[in-house]
């Protein structure tokens, strides 16, 4: 593996420690091209996806989506370096599974270890042996049992393109047919998921239903209005369009 080239995205929301690893492993493996540098975990996932290295070193503290929730969601064969300040048990987790780790502050002789270990399962991938006993994911997955489980985005295509949108950044959702439309403070986009399949994913406590066709952000509620008659809407900041909020669920708003 020495003379051929390899692939990599780093992912910190730490410049100095992104500027630190990128050194390191410039200095160990010059083989190894960084194509992608992510200051979040949410963006890591779309370099991931877009630019498909054969490795991802990835923080796990990180700001909208951490580390082990990014390695949960790739989709492709990217080997996973999750860099940490765990305790001793997560370590132990790690130890179970074949991808690999980096404590916090970062040594070069810990670097060169794993860059060691990367270099004998990218090999075996090569060969077609398994590279890993674990998988990332499942690794991933046991570490954040005890997180939420509700769904932090939502795959959208558009066009050609496949969209990632944060959860926390849909003002509201809406039934369309056989399509649910999604739409963001500067877009919407629309997905063939129900709305009733998404409602059962999405945080309650943030995700209000307030029609059967419409569920809003109510983080994203300026004010509501009570109307003539018994009608009720929602405005959300920056939003000029009003929501219908049906009677069945009005009681929501009480004391609002």
């Known amino acids: 593996?020495?003379?051929?080239?390899?692939?990599?995205?780093?992912?910190?929301?730490?410049?100095?420690?992104?500027?630190?690893?990128?050194?390191?492993?410039?200095?160990?493996?010059?083989?190894?091209?960084?194509?992608?540098?992510?200051?979040?975990?949410?963006?890591?996932?779309?370099?991931?996806?877009?630019?498909k290295p054969d490795i991802a070193f990835l923080d796990i503290k990180m700001p909208r989506m951490t580390g082990l929730e990014t390695a949960e969601n790739v989709t492709t064969d990217t080997l996973i370096v999750f860099v940490t300040a765990f305790d001793d048990h997560a370590i132990e987790a790690f130890d179970k599974g074949a991808v690999d780790y980096l404590m916090k502050p970062?040594?070069?002789?810990?670097?060169?270890?794993?860059?060691?270990r990367l270099k004998l399962s990218l090999s075996k991938?090569?060969?077609?042996?398994?590279?890993?006993d674990r998988s990332a994911k499942e690794v991933a997955s046991s570490l954040n049992k005890t997180?939420?489980?509700?769904?932090?985005?939502?795959?959208?295509?558009?066009?050609?393109q496949v969209r990632f949108i944060m959860v926390e950044e849909i003002l509201y959702l809406q039934s369309d047919n056989k399509y649910t439309r999604l739409v963001t403070a500067n877009s919407e986009a629309f997905i063939r998921t129900s709305i009733?399949?998404?409602?059962?994913?999405?945080?309650?406590?943030?995700?209000?239903?307030?029609?059967?066709?419409?569920?809003?952000?109510?983080?994203?509620i300026d004010n509501v209005v009570r109307e003539e008659g018994e009608k009720m809407t929602v405005r959300l900041?920056?939003?000029?369009?009003?929501?219908?909020?049906?009677?069945?669920?009005?009681?929501?708003?009480?004391?609002?």
């Open 1 to 51: 593996m020495s003379s051929q080239k390899i692939t990599a995205v780093i992912a910190d929301d730490e410049s100095l420690l992104r500027d630190e690893l990128r050194d390191m492993l410039t200095e160990l493996w010059p083989e190894c091209e960084i194509v992608a540098e992510a200051v979040d975990g949410f963006q890591a996932l779309e370099f991931i996806e877009l630019h």
């Open 106 to 116: 970062i040594r070069l002789a810990r670097v060169r270890k794993s860059i060691d």
């Open 125 to 132: 991938r090569a060969t077609g042996e398994a590279a890993l």
């Open 147 to 160: 997180q939420s489980s509700y769904l932090k985005f939502i795959q959208a295509s558009v066009g050609k």
């Open 196 to 220: 009733s399949e998404l409602e059962a994913e999405l945080d309650p406590d943030q995700f209000w239903r307030i029609h059967r066709s419409t569920i809003v952000n109510i983080r994203a």
């Open 237 to 256: 900041r920056g939003k000029v369009e009003k929501l219908e909020v049906s009677r069945a669920h009005q009681t929501q708003f009480k004391g609002m």
